[in-house]
């Protein structure tokens, strides 16, 4: 269990670095907080607990690009990854060492943005289950994300490369409009792009609807998440061949 | 294993261990055998080759032609085996910042295999060697350079790897910090075999059991840091320095040392074999008061200008 070792000081890197916490966790807290009680007089569509807690929580997965491209890119860039791929840790151990601690990470992230969600007033039932399901594929999409930014750009550009991730959530994911009413480019761009369709499926569950009235958007979601995966181990294999 | 016939003295091999970028052979047909316990310096200016080289014997790169054996492990057949032999302290400091000194031991020691105990026991030893107890629970990005450095080559070791390659370990580092990582090195002569690539040629000398000096990716020269001042160079050189040296005395001498040049407030000397009495008493016969006389040995720096024409630096 070689990868354990690494898996374990890449989650310290992270949560020792207080900008990741204040940017990643409490950030979009706050946030929730925030348009929950500025729409609390007019609770009306996406304005409402069920409608912005999926919508923060897809928004802060973009703080999971973030982290994970800078860590594997400066990883890259400081020898410390030679070092470590003179070592017999294997491709393998590598990805997982370099997925596994953004895990944790976005349990939190869901279960803050969920705790806050709740206590304003989303629906707790049985469906809540499956937006967590839908949330969490995202979350894995967007570590897959930070892996492609992380093995193609530098420590540099990295962050800047990520930050425009997240305006394309924010933006693309429909987290602070509706998309289908925005149509238009922007409703084409954010269909064509998984954000949407994560943040749609569980406001739809949120809202009543059932798992199989959402299976596409599913799909969609888990789709991206397996092509940002794969993608994702080719060019940090690429990039790891010398 | 290896098909390679590879005597147990040796812990490296090479055979025509060759790297080509596009058109651009980085190294050239080398041919090196390294005994077991030997430290083994690469010694040539920046681009020479010398990285190129560690990262093939480590496996970060494949040879476009020829290939090399550790322990006698083919490092492209059998790279995995060669990986769990050797560790390599890269050249630029590969820590982890925030991580503690001990933090970036264990890691390392967890990821070469080893259990909790046997890393611990390890890494309190090496610590203590690198002279890093005071602050091993510090987080690394607090550190100086050359303690950044001497804790990079503590993480090389905790594996206690028979095969250790060390690129450029003291480069950029102050002479205090230079010195204690030769202490180091010197405490692991005759344990490990030990590659230490370096442009610093008085480090090689101070350290290497046999130097090879490199020149756009092929070696030029290889034998002990002696025998290359002795067959390389071959030149003793004395300074002497005092008042009424003319152009009399110099002419007598050259006579039987015809390498003779004048210098500020005296004359340099070069031969293969300076005899010392013989030229003290032929001045003082001529009425030299001598003030100051110097018998150099030659370097590996000498070495390396009389064979390129150039300073490695």
Not at chain 1, 41 to 59: D, K, R
Not at chain 2, 31 to 39: C, I, P, R, T
């Amino acid at each position: 269990m070689r990868f354990l070792s690494l898996a374990s000081r890449n989650l310290k890197e992270i949560y020792r670095d207080p900008l990741s916490i204040a940017f990643g966790v409490a950030m979009p807290a706050v946030f929730l907080i925030l348009f929950i009680s500025i729409s609390k007089n007019a609770p009306i569509g996406i304005f409402t607990a069920n409608g912005l807690t999926p919508a923060v929580a897809v928004f802060s997965f973009g703080f999971l690009t973030l982290f994970s491209a800078m860590l594997l890119a400066k990883d890259r860039e400081s020898a410390f990854l030679t070092r470590l791929l003179t070592t017999p840790l294997t491709s393998l151990d590598f990805i997982s060492a370099y997925i596994l601690p953004f895990l944790p990470i976005a349990v939190l992230q869901i279960t803050i943005c969920f705790s806050i969600g709740s206590f304003y007033g989303v629906t707790i039932n049985s469906n809540l289950l499956f937006a967590i399901i839908i949330i969490f594929t995202m979350a894995l999409g967007c570590i897959g994300l930070g892996m492609i930014i992380g093995s193609l750009f530098t420590e540099k550009q990295a962050p800047g490369v990520s930050s425009i991730v997240i305006v394309f959530i924010s933006i693309f994911g429909g987290c602070w409009m509706d998309l289908k009413m925005v149509g238009g480019i922007f409703g084409t761009i954010g269909y064509t792009l998984p954000f949407a369709y994560a943040i749609d499926a569980a406001r739809a569950v949120l809202n009543g609807s059932g798992f199989f009235d959402i299976v596409t958007d599913f799909y969609w979601v888990l789709g991206y998440t397996l092509i940002f995966f794969f993608v994702g181990i080719f060019c940090f294999r690429w990039r790891t061949k010398g | 294993m290896s098909n390679h016939e590879g005597e147990n003295e040796y812990a490296i091999k090479t055979f025509g261990l060759t790297k080509t970028f596009g058109s651009r052979k980085a190294v050239d047909e080398i041919n090196l055998a390294v005994k077991k316990g030997d430290v083994f310096s690469l010694i040539g200016p920046n681009g020479a080759g010398k990285t190129t080289i560690i990262k093939m014997l480590s496996c970060l790169l494949k040879p476009t032609v020829g290939t090399a054996t550790i322990m006698n492990y083919d490092i492209k057949k059998n790279y995995s085996e060669v990986k769990r032999i050797i560790d390599v302290s890269p050249q630029e400091t590969a820590i982890a910042c925030h991580l503690t000194a001990w933090e970036n031991l264990i890691l390392m020691g967890g990821v070469n295999g080893l259990k909790k105990q046997e890393t611990e026991k390890r890494a309190k030893k090496l610590i203590k060697l690198m002279g890093l107890t005071q602050r091993a629970n510090e987080q690394v990005q607090k550190f100086s350079g050359g303690m950044q450095r001497r804790l990079s080559i503590a993480m090389a070791l905790i594996s206690d790897p028979p095969v250790l390659f060390l690129d450029e370990p003291t480069l950029g580092l102050d002479p205090q910090a230079r010195r204690a990582i030769w202490e180091q090195i010197e405490h692991l002569k005759g344990e490990k075999t030990i590659i230490l690539t370096t442009h610093y040629l008085e480090e090689a000398d101070a350290l290497a059991d046999r130097v090879a000096i490199i020149r756009q990716g092929t070696i030029i020269a290889e034998g002990t840091p002696q025998e290359l001042k002795e067959n390389v160079y071959g030149m003793q050189t004395m300074i002497i320095k005092g008042q009424n040296i003319i152009t009399a005395d110099i002419q007598g001498l050259k006579k039987i040392y015809p390498n003779i040049t004048v210098i500020d407030g005296g004359i340099k000397i070069e031969a293969q074999e300076l005899i010392f009495d013989e030229i003290v008493d032929y001045l003082r016969s001529e009425g030299v008061k001598i003030e100051w006389i110097s018998m150099k040995e030659p370097s590996l720096d000498d070495v390396y200008l009389r064979l390129t024409g150039e300073g490695v630096n």
